[in-house]
């Protein structure tokens, strides 16, 4: 979707597909699924976890941070991530209004 395009939705919409847009990807579902079973900020396992190359690791970190669901600290030589639990709240708030809605076929289709 264009820039400009993005203007005539309203904030909620462009904020709930960015957020999906930076979900959508296996790998990212993964980091974050892996982060959320250490119950920890993880520093460098998510090459040998996943079994992606670290520039790739590296880029899908990034859009999770694009949108603020995970967080990282610099410990030495390292960065470590973990989940921030106020943002996947709110990520988890705003999917359950999306799919909230009750829809009826009206056998239509």
């Not at 520039?55 to 921030?84: D, F, M, P, R, V």
Request: charged share 20%; with cysteine.
């Amino acid at each position: 979707m264009g820039i400009t395009k993005t203007d005539i939705f309203n904030e909620q919409q462009n904020k709930l597909a960015l957020q999906l847009k930076a979900l959508a990807h296996p790998a990212r579902i993964a980091i974050l699924q892996y982060i959320i079973k250490q119950n920890a900020c993880i520093c460098n396992d998510l090459v040998n976890e996943l079994g992606l190359a670290q520039a790739t690791i590296s880029q899908h970190l990034k859009e999770l941070k694009n949108i603020g669901i995970i967080k990282g600290n610099i410990e030495g030589t390292s960065i470590c991530y973990c989940i921030n639990e106020i943002v996947w709240e709110q990520i988890k708030k705003d999917l359950s209004l999306f799919f909230d809605v009750n829809v009826k076929a009206n056998n239509c289709c």
